[in-house]
């Protein structure tokens, strides 16, 4: 079986970063659960901007506390998939957007790696102190909803998020 790696990430995969990023922009993709990749051409800002967004002390105003980790492929260190750990909610992710955001690369879709990717950043969230977490998902998007159900989510609700115009169907999971 392939070895995976849930890991934060680091200039050592600058190449991989600014891949995944042309990836995504060349589909016209969401990139969900990547932090500011989608604002940022340039690796090393990201890896900047990741780290401001870990501190308490330096996290923009207007955000929570948050930890990105990317997700590896052992045998080629080929960045698969990116998932989002927010530490709390504040009004907007309680509302919407959840503690989660994750997204995994066009070209590696449909292997079962946004399930897996989920399912091991679970403890990292019972670790901060969490007892459930809030994962949403957009009402038509059919493999985010089954990422969340194969990890034990309970259907909420659906709210109408107006700035996007989108139905979002809500999710927590049990630790
Ligand atoms: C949503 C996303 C992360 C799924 O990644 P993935 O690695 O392909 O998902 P998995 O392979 O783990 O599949 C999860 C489930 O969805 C199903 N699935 C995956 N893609 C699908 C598709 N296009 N249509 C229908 N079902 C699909 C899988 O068969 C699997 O179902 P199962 O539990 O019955 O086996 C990926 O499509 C993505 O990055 N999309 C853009 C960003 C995004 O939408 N992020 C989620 C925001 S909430």
């Known amino acids: ?14 190449e991989e970063i600014r891949s995944y990023r042309e990836e995504f ?24 901007n990741v780290e401001l967004y870990a501190d308490k002390e330096t996290v ?5 506390c948050a930890t990105q980790f990317i997700y590896v492929r052992e ?7 990116m ?21 995994v690369r066009p070209s590696e879709r449909r292997k079962g790696y946004a399930k897996q990717m989920l399912q091991k950043c679970l403890p990292y969230c019972k670790s901060l ?7 949403s998902c957009i009402d038509t998007n ?5 990422t969340i159900l194969a ?7 659906t709210v109408y998020e107006p700035n996007e115009q989108i139905n979002l169907e809500k999710y927590w999971i049990q630790l």
């Open 1 to 14: 079986m392939e070895k995976m790696i849930l890991m934060k990430p680091d200039a050592s995969f600058a």
């Open 25 to 48: 922009l060349k589909n016209g993709d969401s990139m969900d659960g990547t932090a500011s990749l989608r604002r940022d051409e340039d690796p090393v800002v990201w890896l900047k």
């Open 60 to 64: 923009p105003s207007n955000f929570v």
């Open 75 to 81: 045998a080629d260190h080929r960045i698969v998939g």
């Open 83 to 103: 998932i989002q750990i927010r530490h709390e909610l504040n009004e907007y992710l309680s509302q919407y957007g959840g503690h989660i955001g994750y997204s």
């Open 129 to 135: 102190g969490m007892d459930r977490v809030l994962v």
């Open 142 to 146: 059919i493999a985010s909803r089954k």
């Open 151 to 157: 990890n034990g989510g309970v259907y909420e609700s």
